[in-house]
């Protein structure tokens, strides 16, 4: 039996964001303001606090900066996320600087040491803590070379794996990646990225690229109108319970989070979507990508009332 349900990869980042700007300062000018959050950013982050706070055992694996570990292991303490995949090192955590006035947002960007995370995951004991886990979600672009020495080995190791590269345009147009698509066992894009895959705005567009391609499963999030699968032969739709977003950060994170766990109970794939459209709609209902995820209660009884009872 494995020790762990998950395994989370992805890049680390510290969300410095400042809002209730009337407007952009001026050149060399200054300006004020009382809005300000320090939070622990990256979608993959997201959904390992996500997945923790219904009740999975998961470990998040990335690189931080040695002076910022125990804020990030506080963070990740409440939520009940292991951090022992986490590596220190000599260096700057990633860092977004996120500055928003009532029309518009803007993001200030710092890679840090999310640059060596390829190369990390590399190394032997890297690839030893990911066989822990039952499943491996990748948020973050996978190198072909990465792919090709770590993906046989956790198949290997009977790990499922699941993989958001978010909107990378290079990655996403780059034919050689098409052969780390096959070897992933779930794809989880949303529409601007399946365009990106695909050259076309439709799902059925994206659908016949996937299968061209030869993916096995394919997913893709609709935002607002829920998400759509393809599973041996068949497609299905979900839609998402109603509710009132305040704030999409995060959404897509968050979405992975009730995927992943309808995996690991086996659900069909129509379960496993309504798990997901469940997980992503709530975390809208509160500013910033980890304040809205749901609990296991409030995750359940809003499955149970969209979908049990329809």
Not at 103 to 124: E, I, K, V
Not at 155 to 175: F, H, I, M, R
Not at 193 to 210: I, K, N, P, V, W
Not at 277 to 293: D, E, F, P
Request: charged fraction near 20%; charge should be negative; aromatic fraction near 8%.
């Amino acid at each position: 039996m494995k020790a762990l349900d998950v395994t989370v990869v992805g890049e680390i980042y510290l969300d410095h964001v400042f809002s209730g700007f009337a407007r952009w300062p001026r050149p060399g000018e200054e300006v004020l303001t009382d809005a300000y959050t320090k939070e622990l950013g990256g979608g993959a982050a997201t959904t390992a606090c996500g997945l923790a706070r219904i009740g999975r055992s998961v470990s998040l694996m990335g690189l931080m900066g040695s002076s910022d570990t125990q804020w990030i292991y506080n963070r990740l303490n409440t939520f009940g996320v292991l951090h022992d995949s986490l590596l220190a090192m000599e260096g700057a955590t990633g860092v977004t600087v996120s500055v928003s006035t009532l029309q518009d947002r803007s993001f200030f960007t710092h890679t840090g040491l999310n640059r060596d995370l390829g190369a990390h995951l590399m190394s032997d004991q890297a690839v030893g803590h990911m066989t822990r886990a039952r499943h491996v979600h990748f948020s973050m672009p996978l190198s072909r070379e990465v792919a090709e020495h770590m993906l046989p080995r956790l198949k290997s190791a009977n790990c499922t794996t699941s993989l958001d590269v978010g909107y990378q345009p290079e990655w996403l147009g780059d034919p050689v990646n098409a052969a780390t698509l096959r070897e992933i066992d779930h794809f989880l894009p949303n529409e601007k990225e399946a365009e990106l895959l695909c050259g076309q705005a439709s799902e059925d567009s994206y659908f016949s690229r996937t299968k061209a391609l030869g993916l096995r499963a394919t997913t893709l999030k609709l935002g607002a109108r829920g998400a759509m699968t393809e599973y041996a032969g068949q497609r299905y739709h979900a839609h998402p319970p109603i509710v009132k977003a305040i704030d999409t950060t995060g959404a897509g994170d968050a979405f992975n989070v009730g995927f992943i766990d309808g995996l690991l109970d086996d659900c069909t794939p129509l379960v496993r979507l309504q798990r997901a459209c469940i997980s992503g709609a709530l975390s809208t209902q509160s500013a910033g990508a980890l304040n809205g995820l749901p609990p296991l209660s409030m995750y359940r009884s809003f499955y149970d009332q969209t979908y049990e009872r329809a």
